[in-house]
């Protein structure tokens, strides 16, 4: 009982970390139907971001738990510079071409912002792992969990809530459901699908930048960070269903709790379980979980 | 017999002619060999996860020690300028990519760079890849850093050599630290990198142990990928069967990473935890590194080190140019390139002078031996072409003072004490209980 109680702890946990990011990326995808390889580099960018503004709070000698503000500070600087200068600049000349064009953009902006990164923040490793103490511990039976990770859950269901309320329930999210739906008919109706694409962007890039500005106190943030939690993150939302919210939530909960068993149970077949679910998913559902069958536009 | 009719100053002046037309000679031919350079191709992570940690300051301790090298500023014997007075030039390839990027790189290296030598790979990975592609081409290679001993126990090359131990060194040291120690270990658990160097890490702490610690009882064996990041599962795993000790070959971001979150949940406090790669991580993580953890360096590196001038100088000339000490991924690179330097000035000896060919330069390095900053490096295995050298463990201790980990309660190792012998491959001199080990501590 006590080790299932653990695996379902460790799964939890390494779930929330997974759908934060992988939220963005299948948000990205619902509505601007780009595959974002360079995802990955926006959560190092958060994680750089988050460790240089924690720094900063802590030489101004603002109180500990500010350094929580510090890091979605942040990812709200990042969002807010970085991602409208990259589908501006960049991505909005590729619309309308072959997916696979802007697959290769990506990846070469994902190459591009790798060094970038280590021009800016060197190649030195960055410490921030004060944030990760101002939860103190939690001991549930021969365990002691650090109170940051279940804070992690929690930012991981409020920040899943709010996208899905503001896709769901808002004038504006409709908004955004109609460009996913057809962004020809949206802009034949006075949407202005440019601006769409550009805020959709910015959400996702800031939920890239938040799972790496939230991750940064619990590694050394240094180059290279962005390239595991890309993998993971496309195993999930394919999992899941490329642009489902749901289906991210559902599959990185998959995820997690595969590795968490494979771990604690077989860990030689840890990376295995992963691919062995999403194979699996994908032989009775192609499309992923949560992702509806599209009629074909003629 | 022919006889000059030239009058007596114009023989005069014709024996001139021909002494300055052959002093032209000389000074032309001079000239040449003064102006001949020798092109290493040095190969290193310089982006990606194992850059930080290995890669850059590798490459920092290359380029401040050639330096030294162009100036003849490095001590005796080394203090010829460049490789026997021919400078030396660098050229400097990312190893990051993966093996099959790698094989291509070392081509192009080799093909179109024209380098005389390549010095590269901290990757196992890419250590298997590119020997075979090297010898292939009759290329002059080193193997500065990876761990792997399946290299030269696997395959037997002619251009190809390794300048530093393998990896069985660095856990046959942890187990007999242990030993010497007098540290409890009834039981164990692992923590390895699912990769050739995990892998060979973990089967050879394990056997040390079966051998040195009989009744020990090996626990958990977790095997996270590469660059994993979040290791709060596997932590848990390894707090759920807490063992005596548990023994760790992470490295890089992933050692750092495990640190900083093993450390608030309490595994150091529970279990004696040995890293058998540890050093690199210490000057970055300061007081976030737990205190009486064991660690190695791969080598006698660091704070580890041997005292001696040799050392002395290098510990200044590395310091002073990047304000840090230099750990082993700097060492390494140094003690590659003082062996290529003496054996390229062997090589040229044997060559009248001149620059030497891939075959001479590896007829040079076979079975050869130099003083490095860590010791004395004997090409001792694989037929010659594989080093071994003295290590050393130790205990970290934060110095609040000084403001970084220092190490404590050294044992050094001698080469032969914690290295196979030239006749048997690692794993079976391991299960054999180590014949012909000797010196040990």
Redesign the interface.
């Known amino acids: 009982m006590?080790?299932l109680v653990?695996i379902l702890?460790?799964?939890l946990?390494?779930a929330s970390?997974l759908f934060i990011v992988a939220l963005g990326l299948t948000l990205v995808f619902g509505v601007l139907k780009i595959l974002n390889i360079a995802h990955g580099s926006f959560y190092a960018l958060g994680a750089y971001g988050a460790a240089t503004m924690v720094a900063w709070f802590a030489s101004m000698q603002f109180a500990p738990w500010l350094s929580l503000v510090a890091m979605l500070l942040a990812a709200v600087v990042i969002a807010a510079i970085v991602a409208p200068l990259t589908e501006r600049g960049l991505l909005r000349f590729f619309y309308g071409r072959d997916e696979v064009l802007l697959v290769l953009t990506t990846n070469a902006l994902f190459l591009i912002m790798?060094?970038l990164t280590?021009l800016i923040w060197g190649?030195?490793?960055y410490?921030v792992?004060e944030p990760?103490?101002l939860f103190g511990?939690v001991d549930v039976g021969?365990?002691?969990?650090?109170g940051y990770?279940f804070m992690l859950v929690g930012l991981a269901v409020t920040v899943g809530l709010a996208v899905w309320y503001g896709l769901n329930r808002t004038r504006q999210g409709k908004i955004v459901l109609a460009v996913i739906h057809s962004p020809e008919v949206a802009a034949s109706m006075g949407v202005n699908v440019s601006r769409v694409y550009m805020v959709a962007f910015s959400i996702g890039i800031f939920l890239a930048a938040l799972g790496g500005a939230f991750?940064a106190?619990?590694?050394?943030v240094?180059?290279?960070?962005s390239?595991?939690?890309i993998i993971l993150s496309f195993a999930v939302v394919i999992i899941g269903g490329l642009g489902s919210i749901e289906g991210a939530a559902i599959g990185a909960l998959i995820v997690g709790m595969a590795?968490?068993v494979a771990?604690?149970t077989a860990?030689?077949a840890?990376?295995f379980a992963i691919y062995l679910v999403m194979a699996v998913v994908l032989m009775f559902r192609p499309e992923g979980l949560f992702q509806r069958i599209q009629a074909r536009k003629i | 017999m022919t006889r000059s009719n030239a009058p007596k100053s114009s023989r005069k002046g014709l024996g001139a002619l021909r002494l300055l037309a052959a002093a032209a000679a000389v000074c032309a031919a001079t000239g040449v060999q003064a102006q001949e350079t020798f092109k290493v191709g040095i190969v290193s992570f310089l982006?990606?996860?194992?850059?930080?940690s290995f890669g850059?300051p590798a490459v920092n301790g290359a380029k401040v020690l050639v330096d030294a090298f162009n100036k003849g500023a490095a001590p005796a014997p080394y203090n010829k300028v460049g490789f026997g007075g021919m400078k030396l030039e660098f050229v400097y390839v990312d190893e990051a990519g993966g093996a099959t990027k790698q094989v291509q790189e070392l081509k192009t290296l080799y093909d179109r760079e024209k380098v005389d030598a390549v010095l590269g790979y901290v990757s196992s990975g890419d250590c298997l890849a590119v020997a075979p592609a090297a010898e292939e081409m009759k290329k002059f290679l080193i193997l500065y850093d990876c761990g792997t001993p399946r290299i030269f126990e696997d395959n037997k090359f002619q251009y190809v050599f390794r300048t530093a131990s393998h990896g069985a060194m660095d856990n046959v040291a942890l187990a007999r630290y242990l030993k010497a120690k007098n540290i409890k270990a009834d039981s164990f658990n692992m923590i390895n990198q699912?990769y050739a160097w995990g892998q060979d890490s973990k089967k050879d702490f394990a056997g040390a142990m079966s051998k040195l610690f009989p009744n020990a009882k090996q626990g958990?064996?977790?095997?996270?990928?590469f660059?994993?990041?979040?290791y709060?599962?596997?932590i848990?795993?390894l707090?759920?069967k807490?063992a005596d000790v548990t023994h760790s070959s992470l490295w890089g971001?992933d050692l750092?990473?495990f640190i900083?979150?093993a450390g608030?949940?309490?595994l150091f406090k529970r279990t004696q935890v040995l890293l058998s790669a540890g050093d690199h991580?210490l000057p970055?993580?300061g007081e976030?590194m737990p205190d009486g953890v064991i660690l190695g360096a791969r080598g006698a590196y660091g704070h580890m080190s041997p005292k001696s001038a040799l050392n002395d100088w290098w510990w200044d000339l590395y310091s002073k140019a990047y304000n840090v000490y230099p750990v082993q991924a700097p060492y390494r690179m140094v003690q590659g390139l003082l062996g290529l330097k003496l054996a390229a000035e062997k090589a040229m000896a044997a060559n009248g002078g001149k620059k030497p060919t891939p075959e001479q330069l590896a007829a040079a390095m076979r079975n050869s031996e130099w003083d490095s900053p860590a010791g004395r490096i004997k090409m001792a295995l694989g037929g010659g072409h594989q080093a071994i050298q003295d290590t050393a463990i130790g205990r970290t201790k934060y110095d609040a003072a000084k403001k970084m980990v220092m190490i404590e309660d050294i044992v050094r190792f001698p080469a032969e004490c914690v290295n196979p012998p030239a006749n048997m491959d690692a794993e079976n001199w391991i299960k054999a209980g180590f014949p012909g080990a000797k010196n040990c501590p």
């Open positions: 006590a080790e653990t702890i460790d799964g946990t390494y970390w790798e060094d280590k190649a030195n490793p410490f792992s990760y103490a511990n021969v365990q002691s969990y650090v990770d991750t106190p619990m590694i050394s240094q180059p290279g960070v390239v595991g939690v590795r968490s771990v604690h860990p030689v840890e990376l | 982006s990606g996860q194992a850059a930080e850059i699912d958990e064996d977790q095997l996270p990928k660059g994993a990041g979040q709060g599962t596997e848990s795993a707090m759920s807490p971001g750092q990473a900083l979150q608030p949940r309490g991580v970055g993580l976030k």
